[in-house]
């Protein structure tokens, strides 16, 4: 049975490359990214262990009640420092256990599709997914916590491949490698369907702000 551990920034400061196109509207929508992320984990078949990384305190409250361990992150030391000490934290909770890291940003994720994923994982020591793009990393597994050896950040998913893990490919728009960094990006994951968090958070934002669009309008109001 797997653990998965999820890093989680502040939503203050995450998403900043969403700011062009959605302003303050950014920070709800990465809260929401986050719970509908959690969610789908959480409600995915063979994960047992549930690892949420954050120094933001709504972030680890609200894991606690979806159920899941927060282990606190130390501001200021970036991603790969937070995922090693979720990895430690989830070999503690789950000593036979592997683990998966998922970035906290794929609001249309679906459990059937981390679940495909997961059981293709258990053949390798390590693997990764890369996201839609093709150069990022959505998720990294590893049979044993201590082996994961993060390398997320720029051009992460060549640096994984170049450590030796394997690659497992879900179709591009899986909601698995739809990881939504970019207004663009957040135009993709609606159109295919997101989940009810960021839905509600897109439905509040035309009913309040009637300069906004539609979320297929973001990419086009990012870039005017
Ligand atoms: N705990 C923790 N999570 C992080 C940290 N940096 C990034 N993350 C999380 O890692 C995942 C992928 O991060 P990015 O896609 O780079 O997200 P981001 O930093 O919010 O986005 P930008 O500001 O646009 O770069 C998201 O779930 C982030 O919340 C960190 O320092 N600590
Ligand atoms: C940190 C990463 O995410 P992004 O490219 O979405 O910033 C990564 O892909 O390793």
């Known amino acids: 049975m797997w653990s998965v551990v999820l890093p989680v920034k502040p939503f203050s400061s995450a998403k900043s490359r969403l700011a062009a196109g959605l302003g303050p509207w950014r920070r709800e929508l990465a809260h929401a990214f986050f719970l509908d ?112 050896s993060p390398s997320f950040g720029a051009g992460s998913a060549r640096s994984h491949a170049a450590s030796g893990a394997f690659s497992i490919g879900p179709a591009a728009d899986s909601g698995l490698r739809l990881d939504v960094d970019t207004p663009e990006d957040l135009v993709l994951a609606t159109r295919r369907g997101v989940g009810s968090f960021t839905t509600a958070v897109l439905r509040l934002r035309e009913a309040l702000d009637p300069t906004a669009g539609p979320a297929h309008d973001v990419a086009a109001s990012a870039s005017s």
Do not use: I, K, Y
């Open 37 to 148: 992320t959690l969610r789908a984990v959480r409600a995915t078949t063979g994960v047992r262990t549930v690892v949420v990384v954050t120094s933001d305190p709504l972030a680890a409250t609200q894991a606690r009640t979806m159920g899941a361990a927060v282990c606190p992150d130390t501001p200021g030391l970036g991603l790969n420092a937070a995922v090693r000490a979720g990895a430690a934290r989830a070999a503690a909770l789950n000593p036979r256990g592997p683990v998966a890291v998922l970035t906290a940003d794929l609001p249309g994720l679906r459990p059937q599709e981390l679940a495909e994923v997961l059981a293709q994982a258990l053949r390798h020591r390590r693997t990764f997914v890369p996201d839609h793009t093709g150069t990022g990393t959505t998720v990294l597994t590893s049979l044993v916590p201590a082996a994961l």
